[in-house]
């Protein structure tokens, strides 16, 4: 008598794993050949060859070339292999759980310092492709706006302890936030001046404290 052939269960666990490691390969080479070639001068040609895939698995994977760089941009800003809403990530949480003014800028100023040391080089690349590429100038722009926002709810988030300086609107609070903890920001000092990640931090968190919090002594006064 036969015997009856039980079925395994599919476990598509191992191709979903292959799926991502691949859709990673890819982006680390698009980062590679983006930022040593520029925008333009980098195909989709080449990625899939310095990814060693197939060109039809790059557009499967992650889709046309502007695709592929927004997803640069949002994987550099996650920290991760996928795009987290601002809500949704580790120092986000953090900032808003700390009860202190000076210690939610220490902890944003430790942030983005790690952000820009990803982010700061595709930024400075989106700029000057924005200019020649039309798709790009939505990112561009849609990046800016979303930051402006976000400094925004800092700000908001600074004066919900009682400690934001009176003397300061939120909104120019929010803006001088912006500005100096702009990608541009980064570049100039890390890249141009020479200084460490360590010394960028602590300048942002020192100068952040000393633009937007009451001055010491109107802090100590009861």
Known sequence: MARSRV???????HRRLAAELTRVRILEA?????????????TMTGIA???AVSLDTVYASLGPKEVVFRLLIET??????????AEERDYVR????EPTAAGKIALYAAALTRIQARLAPLMQLLKVASAGEPQL???WEGISQRRAANMRLF????????????SLDQEEAA????ATGAPEMYLLLVQERGWTDARYRAWLSRSWGRWVLPPPAARAAP
């Open 94 to 97: 953090a900032i808003r759980e």
């Open 30 to 42: 698009a980062r590679t050949l983006f930022l040593q070639r520029g925008y333009s001068a980098t």
């Open 155 to 166: 700000v908001a988030d600074l004066a919900g302890t009682g400690a934001l300086d009176p």
């Open 76 to 85: 550099a800003i996650s920290g991760t292999d996928q795009a987290v809403p």
């Open 175 to 178: 803006d001088v936030i912006w």
């Open 137 to 139: 100038r939505g990112l």
């Open 7 to 13: 079925k395994r269960p599919y476990d598509a666990s």
């Open 49 to 51: 060859r310095e990814a």
